[in-house]
């Protein structure tokens, strides 16, 4: 209850100006190249009294409670505005993917402050990557396509999260204009321990679907080569990067020039 009661309060002080919420940014590559192509927006809370608290923890309360909303709201503000000065300062074509609850995904204005987020920072849509989980594509269908569609309009790339540990139905998989399957870190961390067979089924799933593919959760330089020789374009996990403050993400953006 007191965490509830807390995540209340640091939102509603967003409201005021003071956060206690900051995003660190992890570095997605191509395997192929070991190129940086993006990053991710982790969200992370740092409460006053009781130090930095995981988004496992806090994200289902969000979720819950409805919090999620202004909360998801700040997260894709905070993003697009550090996507904005990399891009001004590296002129770089550097994606920023961002984790999108589906109680904010079915938000009545959530594609037009997408949109007035882009115009505001003019930043190209392309440029945005939204991550859904399979629970989004589980809502009322028509209402989730068009959305997706409208979304797609705007330029933004599509990533279903987590791919493989929900309700998959495959049925949605080719109807719905989803740009990149994320593998979930489970099947990742599953090579060589009898997940193989997995991992090869879900990149030729992507790849038969027109769709990339990340894999999240890369720990070793054998997942990585593995995931390569697959056919897996892209990838991201300790082994590369951790979760990085801007200045520390920026040392990245660096090695492109
Ligand atoms: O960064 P970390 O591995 O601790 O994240 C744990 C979980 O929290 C992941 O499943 C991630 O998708 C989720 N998460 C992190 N940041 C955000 C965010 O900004 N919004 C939402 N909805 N989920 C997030
Ligand atoms: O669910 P989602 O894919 O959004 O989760 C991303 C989370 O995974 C982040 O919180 C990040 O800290 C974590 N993460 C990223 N790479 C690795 C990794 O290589 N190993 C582990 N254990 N966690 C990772
Ligand atoms: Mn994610
Ligand atoms: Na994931």
Redesign the pocket.
Known sequence: LWLGNSLRYAVKALEKGQCQFQL?Y?PIFCLQQRKLIGF?A?LRWHHPQQGLI???QFIPIAEETGLIVPLGQWVLERACQQLAIWFEEFWAPVSMSI?VSSQQFLQPDFVSSIQSLLNGHQLPGELLKL?I?ESVLMETTHHVTDRLEQLQKLGLLLSL??FGTGYSSLNYLHNLPINTL?I??SF??GIGQGQDQIVKTIIALAHGLEMNVVA????TVEQAQYLNLLGCELG?????A??LEPDDAKKWLLTLK
């Not at 999240?216 to 720990?219: A, L, Q, T, V």
């Not at 991201?236 to 590369?240: A, I, K, R, V």
């Open positions: 660190q992890q991710e982790l995981s988004p496992e984790n991550e989980t999260d987590d994320k979930d870190r990742v961390w999240e959760g890369i720990e991201q996990g300790f082994w590369f951790r979760p």
